[in-house]
Each structure stands twice: as structure tokens, then as C-alpha cells.
């Protein structure tokens, strides 16, 4: 029987921001095809085993379902809700080299501490408030902005 996890704002973003294998939860039921859910829809797709969800596959974008659960609640999804979520899914794409930059103005007496003052700066602020640009790499033209995941639109004019 497949299950259906909403998750937390918090462990949603933290999802979608760092590149994660597996999501502790001691009462997982081994063994069983697992959809997580944020806010914005199911985002991955995973296999439970013991006091874990061990993640298959991400969903970029997430996938809106007509169904809706509570918030750490295990939600117990018929055979053919599963079907109706991972039918539609595109095709897994092969993985790719990427350039992935962020460039951050720092003031300094000297690179030391602008290197410390740069990490400082990356931890304090983190994926939710510096955007990352990415782009294919060799096609770095191409780039665009990323927020937590997300493309993120970065022309002040259109906020």
C-alpha cells in the first residue's frame, strides 16, 4: 500500500535547498512507495524503511494532487491514486555537469577575512535569501537564478 507524507514548511524548504537521501521518521512503514508533500504539492517519491523515508526520486516541479493530508500524518493512498500521481511524471533525465555561481561583494582588510566574512555571510542568509546561478555547463549564457530550488526572477522592476 502506498503512502501519502505532508511535511512541515520548514522540512519542505529544507528539501528543496539541500540535496538530501533520506528523511528520518521512526514510524515509516518499510518496505512501502512513499509521496512527501509540501506545500506547493508532492515533491518526492521514495520507499520506506526502518525509521526512514529513503528518497527515489525528485519531482521538479511538484506535483499537485487532489488529495490533501494532514501535516505529518501518514495518509494510506489507494493503488490507483499512486498510478495517477507517477503516471504523468516526464521521464527521469540523465545527470549533466553544471555551473552553479555565487558571487558576493565582500569588504575586507585582506582575502582572509573577506573568505571568513563570506562564509559567514553564506551561513547567516543561506539558500532561502542568496539566489545561485545556474546554468548547463559550457552554456553558461543560459544562466538563471535559483531560490531554494526554484528558478527565481532577479529584475527588481518585476517583484
Not at 498510478?83 to 527521469?92: D, G, H, R
Request: hydrophobic share 35%.
Amino acid at each position: 500500500m502506498p503512502y501519502l507524507l505532508p511535511v512541515s514548511d520548514d522540512t519542505y524548504k529544507q528539501h528543496l535547498a539541500f540535496d538530501v537521501e533520506s528523511f528520518p521518521r521512526a514510524d515509516t512503514p518499510v518496505g512501502q512507495d512513499i509521496a512527501l508533500a509540501g506545500s506547493d504539492g508532492v515533491y518526492a517519491l521514495g520507499r520506506g524503511a526502518t525509521g526512514a523515508v529513503e528518497f527515489t526520486r525528485r519531482i521538479d516541479p511538484p506535483v499537485c494532487l487532489p488529495i490533501k493530508g494532514e501535516e505529518g500524518r501518514w495518509q494510506e493512498l489507494s493503488d490507483e491514486q499512486w498510478q495517477q500521481l507517477t503516471v504523468n511524471l516526464a521521464p527521469e533525465t540523465s545527470r549533466r555537469d553544471w555551473i552553479v555561481n555565487l558571487s558576493v561583494p565582500i569588504e575586507a582588510s585582506d582575502p582572509a577575512e573577506a573568505a571568513r566574512r563570506f562564509w559567514s555571510y553564506v551561513q547567516q542568509l543561506g539558500p532561502t535569501e542568496l539566489p545561485l546561478f545556474v546554468a548547463p555547463y559550457g552554456e553558461e549564457i543560459q544562466g538563471e537564478a535559483y531560490l531554494l530550488g526554484q528558478p527565481h526572477e532577479q529584475d527588481p522592476e518585476d517583484e
